[in-house]
């Protein structure tokens, strides 16, 4: 009945696509940062239950991901996460007067609260872990204001785009964010959280530098497409995408340019696609993370600065800069020196979520089922 539903709603939607050109690109020609299962240990006793558990979350993430897919063709542009949407929020901004993008953005929240379920539920598991004892009509009042928050970060993301208005922002951790800016190379560790492009684009813009985004391939390629175009262009052109697809040959291109003196931005909160993982700990529950960036920075001998962008209000941020993650060879196995940059970042993620549940954009499980 939903999938009914959205069809007839395309239908009377049709005539709010623009009528112009989109650039073009290419995210199925880059590769993933390191083959699955680079992180076994043969000397760990419980490494066949967490494989078994990891196994049962990748399956079920896949699944997911094929409905997802599977969806998205059917739909076309039109499904959730199809161009259309983002189409439509570039025509809104163009041609509707600016008291209007709060019902506007009001209305699509409400829309894909109930279409997007699988976000919905997703949001709702994780309130559920960082609210443990809360009742579920709590958590799914929650869930509906960070898609709400959603909205307005690709929104302001797309204003900025479009129209190059100011935004204000306060850097919290300004003498780390310096020391970013100077750095040869570096490795930025970030979440899906705020409004990371836009926080990229900023960076860019303020220290001059290049910076390299790593992202999830979308299902439909007419988004990754307008994704990449718009990332470019809000950057000026300093913010170039790569795409984690099947493979490991990205691994090595970004190794590569942190030696080159380029700087990597990661998300490095929930694992995307058949991606290596290393097991962390958030909120007092097992969790599994892209072990990529810990060890690029161990290869490369880069520090890792952990940096969010949090909402603040109407077109005001904050950056948040930590402490750099330093990882070294200690002569341990490789294994127990990557483990301690986690468990650092780890920390920090819990934080920063605990602080700004309400912009932890996580609309894909990230814990796994307990057994």
């Not at 279409?115 to 809360?134: E, T, Y």
């Not at 007419?222 to 262009?233: G, I, N, P, V």
């Not at 402490?323 to 127990?336: D, K, N, Q, S």
């Amino acid at each position: 009945m939903l999938r009914k539903a959205q069809r007839g709603l395309a239908r009377t939607l049709r005539w709010f696509r623009p009528r112009r050109s989109r650039p073009q690109t290419n995210p199925e020609g880059t590769l993933p940062l390191v083959a699955r299962g680079a992180d076994k240990s043969p000397a760990d006793p419980d490494a066949g239950r967490k494989e078994s558990r990891a196994f049962q979350f990748h399956r079920d993430l896949n699944r997911c991901r094929r409905a997802s897919v599977s969806r998205a063709n059917s739909l076309g542009r039109f499904a959730v996460r199809g161009v259309f949407w983002r189409e439509y929020l570039d025509w809104a901004i163009v041609n509707l007067p600016f008291y209007f993008y709060p019902v506007n953005l009001f209305f699509c929240t409400l829309f894909f609260f109930f279409f997007a379920a699988p976000a919905r539920r997703a949001v709702v598991a994780h309130l559920a872990i960082i609210f443990p004892g809360s009742s579920a009509v709590t958590n799914h009042l929650r869930a509906f204001r960070t898609l709400s928050n959603f909205a307005w970060t690709i929104s302001e993301a797309a204003i900025y785009k479009l129209t190059r208005e100011e935004f204000a922002y306060e850097i919290i951790g300004a003498k780390w964010l310096e020391e970013l800016g100077a750095a040869p190379s570096a490795i930025v560790l970030t979440a899906h959280m705020g409004n990371y492009d836009l926080g990229a684009a900023l960076f860019a813009q303020k220290f001059h530098r290049e910076i390299r985004m790593v992202r999830a391939l979308e299902p439909d390629r007419a988004t990754a497409q307008h994704l990449s175009a718009s990332l470019e262009q809000t950057g000026a052109g300093a913010v170039k995408v790569d795409y984690n697809t099947a493979g490991a040959l990205l691994s090595f291109d970004l190794l590569n340019a942190l030696r080159a003196g380029e700087i990597v931005s990661i998300q490095g909160d929930r694992v995307e696609g058949d991606l290596a993982q290393v097991t962390g700990r958030l909120f007092g529950r097992e969790v599994l993370l892209p072990n990529g960036p810990f060890v690029l920075g161990l290869v490369a001998g880069v520090p890792i600065y952990p940096l969010f962008i949090a909402r603040s209000g109407y077109r005001s941020y904050q950056v948040i800069v930590r402490e750099p993650i330093v990882l070294a060879r200690t002569g341990r196995a490789r294994e127990e020196d990557i483990a301690e940059g986690v468990a650092k970042w780890c920390e920090v993620l819990e934080e920063i979520i605990a602080q700004s549940w309400d912009q932890w954009f996580a609309f894909t499980p990230v814990f796994p089922a307990d057994e």
